[in-house]
C-alpha cells in the first residue's frame, strides 16, 4: 500500500497554483468532462486532489505515474465550484515527481532541449532547406543567455 | 499602408518555423495582405511549451516565458503568435507576473540580474484575436477567392480558451470568433459533438492520445465537415499526422484534411496550394479544395 509522505500537501501547496487543494469537498464535478478519465481506466481527476490531501504522494509521484495521462485541457479547471484547479494540483504533482528524478524521459529530455538550446526543436538544414524552398528566410536567431536563468 | 496598419511582432515559437514552415509562409502571406506589419526579432526562447516543460519545472517555464515578454517588451510592440501553446504560455505567465506571487518574485530577481525587467506594458494577441480586432468585414473583403460550398469543423485547442479567466479569448464552452472567422471568408462552420474537446495531444499514453483525437475527428465527419481548421501547430500535428497513426495503432481512417486558419484565409485569398506548401499535409488537402467553388 502506497504510504503517506508527511510534508507532501505542504511542498505541493508552495508551487504556484496548486495552493486551494483544501478547499475540495471531493464533489467529482472535475471528472464528468475529463478526456484522460474517459480514456485511461486509472486516471480520475478528484482522486488525484484527493490522494494529494491525504498526502498519500507516492502515488503520485512514482515513475509512470498516471498523472502523465492529463492532457491540460483545463476542463476541471473551469468546472471545479471550489476554484482547487486539479490541472494546477497534477502540475504541482509533475513538479514534484520531476524534482526526484522520476518524471518520464521524454518529459524530462524536452526539458533539457529548451533548457540548453532555447528551442524545443533543433534547427537542422533540412528544415533551412525547406523554408528556403517556400521563400522563408532564415529563422530568427534564439536566445543566448538562459543559463544563469536556469541556474 | 494606412496609419492604423496594426504593427505587431512575431513570435513564432518553435513549432511553425522548425517543422511546419508553411504555416508561417501562409500567416505572413495572408495578414500581410490585410495591412498587419508583422517584425521579427531575435533573442527568444521557446515560450516554453505548457505541459512538458512547465510539468518538468514550473519556475523553469516562469522564468523562460518572462524573460520572452521582457525582451518583447523592448520592441514597444504587442506580441502576434500563431500557437496557442504560445499564446496560453505568455498569456499566463504574465497573468503571474503581475499578480506576483512567490514565484513572481524569484523570477523578477532572476531577470533582473540580466538586466532585464517585465512591466507588463505589452499584450500577446492570438491570431484569432488580432483578426477579429481588425474586424470579420476587413477579413472578407481581402478574400478573392470565396470558399463557398467547403463545410469547416473548427477546433480552437484548449489552450486557447481555457482557463477563460485568464486567457479571455471567447466563452470557454460555446466558442464562436473562429466560427466567424471561417464564415467571413464563404465558407460555412459546421457544429459537432464534442465542439471544444481537446485534441489529446499532451496525454502520454499514444492511444489513448490517439482515441481522443479519432472521437473528435469521428464527430467532426458525421457533422458533414469537409475539413478541419485549427489556430495551432501542437493541434494540426495531432490533427494531421495523428490520422496517419490513428489508421495504424486503431485501424480507424478519417482522410480529413486539416488546414491552420491562416492556410485557409491565403487560399482564400488566391493563394495556391503548391506555392503555400500544403503538398507536406499528411492528410491529402486536395479533396476539401475542389470543394470550394468560384
Ligand atoms: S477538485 Fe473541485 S471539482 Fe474536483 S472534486 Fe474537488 S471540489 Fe469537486
Ligand atoms: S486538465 Fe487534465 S485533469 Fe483536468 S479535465 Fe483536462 S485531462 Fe482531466
Redesign the pocket.
Known sequence: MAKAIPDFKDKLSRIEGAGRLTACYQCSA?VA?????QQCGDFN?RLIVLAALLGVGELLVEKDSVIWQ???????YERCPQGTH??EV?TACKNLAAAIGNAPEEITALHDTVAGNATLIMPSTAIEKRRGDLGLGPVPAPAEDLERLLE | MSASSPEYTLFLGCMIPLRHPQIELSARRSLGALGMVLSDSDGFSCCPEPWNVKGASLDDWLVLAARNLAVAERSGRDLLVLCNGCYSTLTEAGHLMSNGGEAAERVRGKLEALGLSYSGTRRTRHVVQALCDLGTDAVSASVTRPLSGLKVAVHHGCHLLRPHEILQVDDPFDPVLLEGLVEALGAEAVRYEGYTDCCGKATRDQDSSLRIASNKLAAMKSAGADCVVVVCPACFEQMDLGQVEIKRRLGEEHRLPVLHYCQLLALAQGGQPDSLGLGRHRVDVKPALQKMQG
Open positions: 472535475c468532462e475529463c478526456p484522460a478519465a481527476p492529463c492532457t491540460t485541457c483545463y476542463k476541471c486539479p490541472i497534477i
